[in-house]
């Protein structure tokens, strides 16, 4: 009796353990790119690439025309669909310059740095005199990053980036995935 009792106790704390642990999976659906001042910036190109079922990824490269660019902020939003995207959790202007000079001063805007930083060459302070580039961020990447540091209910998504220079926005990235 003690046995089966012993056995049982095992069987249920394992069973607590393993499966009630959720395991979420994030998958890029699409990537838009629009330039809204194209006397500023262009995109030569904005893709999701599907390399087999199961590996895809993200590149975007923003061509600056008028370089350099001393003063810009990023107006970052998360919306979740629901009849359309609606707005969920996240919606904040930050001054690029500041954050990349002191990351930590806003850590909702490190988090998602912390995401794309890896892939892209915003890796130093104001001015930028360069063309901005996100070379082949895959969801595996940020899977850890999405799913197990910030748990989010499973849906489709869209993450949203407005970029100004001089306090006029220039340009509108946004980033589609799911949840699963």
Not at 2 to 18: D, E
Not at 69 to 97: Q, S
């Amino acid at each position: 009796m003690t046995v089966k009792l012993h056995f049982f106790v095992a069987f249920l704390t394992f069973s607590t353990y393993y499966l009630t642990e959720v395991y979420s999976l994030v998958e890029f659906t699409n990537v838009q790119c629009e330039s809204v001042d194209k006397d500023y910036t262009l995109f030569p190109y904005c893709y999701l690439k599907s390399v087999n079922r199961s590996y895809k990824y993200v590149s975007v490269k923003a061509k600056l025309l008028q370089l350099p660019v001393a003063k810009a902020k990023v107006r970052l939003a998360l919306y979740k669909r629901l009849n359309g995207y609606k707005p969920f959790l996240y919606d904040m202007t930050i001054d690029a310059c500041r954050f990349l000079k002191y990351p930590k001063s806003n850590p909702v805007a490190l988090y998602f740095y912390n995401c794309f930083k890896e892939y892209s060459n915003l890796n130093h302070t104001c001015p930028f005199e360069h063309d901005i580039v996100l070379d082949k961020m895959s969801y595996h990447s940020i899977n850890n990053k999405l799913t197990k540091v910030l748990p989010f209910p499973e849906g489709n998504y869209m993450f949203e980036m407005h970029w100004m220079a001089y306090d006029i926005n220039r340009a509108i990235t946004k980033f589609y995935f799911s949840l699963s």
